[in-house]
């Protein structure tokens, strides 16, 4: 089995995590502000809701991102030399991109969401500027650059260290020409197949988002609506998905190493991502199977793969890491458990968007409060949840691995916090409970004042996360 040969970037990637985690909770904040609002706990004036809406999004997106392309810098650099000033350069575009995002917000008073479709930006109703718009797009490019310029500098190292691309995702393997002994780790498999998809979405994103800008100016300079649409959500879709399998790799290398089982790569392990880097592309279309102008067969491709999709995360991470933990002498510790929780978290949150991905289910489901429901699991549960682990695992002490009462405190905190506040979407959404409303009826209100309640559960897990991290960075230093 190949092991680790290099020093990973720990420094830099603890310092990437320490601004990752105060914009997490910066983002959370602001979501419980916003649930307050509709729970009509506290005022807020409509057009600030849509614009803290729109930071919530952007920042919870961007933030999660982040983390993830930490994860996977910090772990693919253990097995191949990456320039380390390659990913300065990734963070100073994307801390240049985030002034430019957040200065259209603030003083911009930009507020279409971060999904930015089109026409919407060039058409605000007075509400904003153009070039409140044209800061928006200008931050989401910057961002989209640095991603790019990342995955080239992981792309050609593992392409010239693994014999190509087919080598990197262990196609080997799978015909029969290596074993698991051979091929390379799981998280070499995971990051090949990430970066392939992620770049081909942001190259797309990046062609809508240019256009948009062009139109921005030169309003006659129009793009077809339906295909901006397919653009933005392809681009969408793939790029948060790509957070959550970056930060994956944390638990294909953290795992073993609290039951000192290795983790290899199986010809199942090796089709299943293969599977994953064709399903992540081919999967948008069940955000559009409201749009009846779309070909009837994009919209039935929409709803098969949204079932298959499903099947390589179940069976092979989430199936796989309770397999590998039965038996194992796990130690458990705030790092181990929050990332088992991310798997769970994970494997819980497919469920939902399963079902909001069968047509006659979408056609009442897709623009209530369920879809936000599904993507707060994925993601506060999930990745994030991974993302706390990681940033645990980062100043754990060598010779410590005491799951301290504190840590146990904070985990059930937010573990607690998550389900009710996740699960109150969820119920609402079968309410029928529209989403992206800044004012709700008095009938919606109980559940978003329950949801402000849990909100400040998760809130309070994740500032003790934070502040123990702080602490560690300035008190252990690991290699």
């Given at each position: 089995?190949?092991?680790?040969?290099?020093?990973?970037?720990?420094?830099?990637i603890?310092?990437?995590?320490?601004?990752?985690?105060?914009?997490?909770?910066?983002?959370?904040?602001?979501?419980?502000?916003?649930?307050?609002?509709q729970?009509?706990?506290?005022?807020?004036?409509?057009?600030?809701?849509?614009?803290?809406?729109?930071?919530?999004?952007?920042?919870m997106?961007?933030?999660?991102?982040?983390?993830?392309?930490?994860?996977?810098?910090?772990?693919?650099?253990?097995?191949?030399?990456?320039?380390?000033?390659?990913?300065?350069?990734?963070?100073?575009?994307?801390?240049?991109?985030?002034?430019?995002?957040?200065g259209?917000?603030?003083?911009?008073?930009?507020?279409?969401?971060?999904?930015f479709?089109?026409?919407?930006p060039?058409?605000?109703?007075?509400?904003?500027?153009?070039?409140?718009?044209?800061?928006f797009?200008?931050?989401?490019?910057?961002?989209?650059?640095?991603?790019?310029?990342?995955?080239?500098?992981?792309?050609?190292?593992?392409?010239?260290?693994?014999?190509?691309?087919?080598?990197?995702?262990?196609?080997?393997?799978?015909?029969?020409?290596?074993t698991?002994?051979?091929?390379?780790?799981?998280?070499?498999?995971?990051?090949?197949?990430?970066?392939?998809?992620?770049?081909?979405g942001?190259?797309?994103?990046?062609?809508v988002?240019?256009?948009?800008?062009?139109?921005?100016?030169?309003?006659?300079?129009?793009?077809?609506?339906?295909?901006?649409?397919?653009?933005?959500?392809?681009?969408?879709?793939?790029?948060?998905?790509?957070?959550?399998?970056m930060a994956?790799?944390?638990?294909?290398?953290?795992?073993?190493?609290?039951?000192?089982?290795?983790?290899?790569?199986?010809?199942?392990?090796?089709?299943?991502?293969?599977?994953?880097?064709?399903?992540v592309?081919?999967?948008?279309?069940?955000?559009?199977?409201?749009?009846?102008?779309?070909?009837?067969?994009?919209?039935?491709?929409?709803?098969?793969?949204?079932?298959?999709s499903?099947?390589?995360?179940?069976?092979?991470?989430?199936?796989?890491?309770?397999?590998?933990?039965?038996?194992?002498?796990?130690?458990?510790?705030?790092?181990?458990?929050?990332?088992?929780?991310?798997?769970?978290?994970?494997?819980?949150?497919?469920?939902?968007?399963?079902?909001?991905?069968?047509?006659?289910?979408?056609?009442?489901?897709?623009n209530t409060q369920?879809?936000?429901?599904?993507?707060?699991?994925?993601?506060?549960?999930?990745?994030?949840?991974?993302?706390?682990?990681f940033?645990?695992?980062?100043?754990?002490?060598?010779?410590?691995?005491?799951?301290?009462?504190?840590?146990?405190?904070?985990?059930?905190?937010?573990?607690?916090?998550?389900?009710?506040?996740?699960?109150?979407?969820?119920?609402?959404?079968?309410?029928?409970?529209?989403?992206?409303?800044a004012?709700?009826?008095?009938?919606?209100?109980?559940?978003?004042?329950?949801?402000?309640?849990?909100?400040?559960?998760?809130?309070?897990?994740?500032?003790?996360?934070?502040?123990?991290?702080?602490?560690?960075?300035?008190?252990?230093?690991?290699?």
């Amino acid at each position: 089995m190949i092991k680790p040969s290099h020093e990973p970037h720990s420094n830099l990637i603890k310092f990437t995590m320490l601004l990752a985690g105060a914009v997490l909770l910066l983002m959370m904040i602001i979501g419980l502000l916003m649930r307050a609002a509709q729970g009509d706990l506290i005022e807020i004036d409509a057009a600030i809701f849509y614009q803290l809406m729109t930071a919530h999004g952007a920042g919870m997106v961007g933030a999660a991102s982040l983390t993830g392309a930490a994860i996977m810098w910090y772990f693919v650099s253990r097995y191949v030399h990456l320039v380390q000033e390659v990913f300065v350069v990734f963070l100073t575009l994307f801390l240049f991109g985030v002034l430019f995002i957040l200065g259209s917000i603030s003083l911009g008073q930009f507020g279409a969401g971060w999904t930015f479709l089109f026409p919407l930006p060039a058409i605000s109703g007075g509400a904003w500027e153009t070039g409140a718009a044209a800061a928006f797009i200008i931050g989401l490019i910057l961002i989209g650059v640095g991603f790019l310029l990342m995955n080239l500098e992981i792309g050609r190292k593992l392409i010239a260290a693994f014999d190509g691309i087919g080598g990197a995702l262990a196609w080997p393997v799978i015909s029969g020409k290596a074993t698991p002994d051979e091929a390379p780790p799981p998280a070499i498999v995971a990051s090949m197949a990430t970066i392939i998809f992620n770049t081909i979405g942001i190259v797309v994103g990046a062609a809508v988002l240019v256009s948009s800008l062009i139109n921005l100016y030169v309003p006659s300079f129009e793009v077809d609506a339906l295909l901006a649409k397919n653009m933005i959500y392809f681009f969408g879709h793939v790029f948060i998905n790509a957070t959550i399998y970056m930060a994956v790799v944390a638990v294909y290398e953290i795992i073993p190493e609290y039951t000192g089982k290795p983790w290899k790569t199986s010809r199942i392990f090796a089709i299943a991502w293969s599977a994953i880097l064709l399903f992540v592309m081919a999967v948008y279309p069940h955000h559009l199977l409201q749009d009846t102008v779309m070909p009837a067969w994009a919209l039935i491709m929409g709803q098969i793969v949204s079932y298959l999709s499903g099947i390589p995360l179940l069976t092979v991470t989430a199936f796989s890491l309770c397999i590998y933990l039965r038996g194992s002498n796990i130690k458990w510790d705030l790092a181990s458990a929050l990332l088992v929780l991310g798997v769970a978290g994970w494997s819980v949150g497919v469920v939902p968007a399963i079902i909001d991905g069968m047509i006659s289910v979408n056609k009442i489901m897709h623009n209530t409060q369920w879809v936000p429901g599904h993507f707060h699991i994925y993601l506060l549960l999930g990745e994030v949840a991974m993302s706390f682990g990681f940033m645990a695992y980062l100043i754990k002490e060598a010779k410590s691995s005491e799951f301290q009462m504190i840590d146990k405190t904070a985990f059930g905190v937010y573990l607690a916090g998550g389900i009710g506040f996740t699960l109150m979407f969820l119920v609402s959404g079968a309410m029928s409970v529209p989403r992206r409303w800044a004012v709700h009826a008095e009938e919606w209100m109980l559940q978003d004042r329950i949801a402000t309640a849990f909100a400040l559960l998760v809130i309070v897990g994740a500032l003790i996360f934070v502040v123990r991290y702080i602490i560690g960075i300035a008190t252990y230093r690991r290699t």
